[in-house]
């Protein structure tokens, strides 16, 4: 059963920009937390930014200034806006939801996204 739909990674160039989307079911949009995670060859998977049920959020220092996490609650849509990319932001790009009451922790597939 699919719950989260990543989309959107490519081949970029450096300094370009690309748009993750994360497609959620709808009960699932309303985690406490979603994020977005990524792994890049030969490391941890490591946290790029999250965004919580109240839309606080919270960005790896690597992403500050670069990244932009949002949400289109009218789409149950969880987006990651990248700019400015450099060779080191080569990883595959994962989606979580996260809930304590009901709980549950679900990833996506991922997206690959290669500059």
């Known amino acids: 059963q699919v719950r989260l739909v990543e989309s959107g990674g490519g081949l970029v160039q450096y300094g370009g920009s690309l748009r993750l989307s994360c497609a959620a079911a709808?009960?699932?949009?309303?985690?406490?937390?979603m994020g977005w995670y990524r792994r890049a060859p030969g490391k941890q998977r490591e946290l790029v930014a999250q965004i919580t049920r109240s839309d606080s959020t919270t960005y790896a220092d690597s992403a500050k200034g670069r990244f932009t996490i949002s949400r289109d609650n009218a789409k149950n849509t969880v987006y990651l806006q990248m700019n400015n990319l450099k060779p080191e932001d080569t990883a595959v790009y994962y989606c979580r939801a996260t809930s304590w009451s009901p709980e549950y922790d679900y990833w996506g597939q991922g997206t690959q996204g290669t500059i």
């Open positions: 709808g009960s699932i949009f309303s985690s406490d937390y």
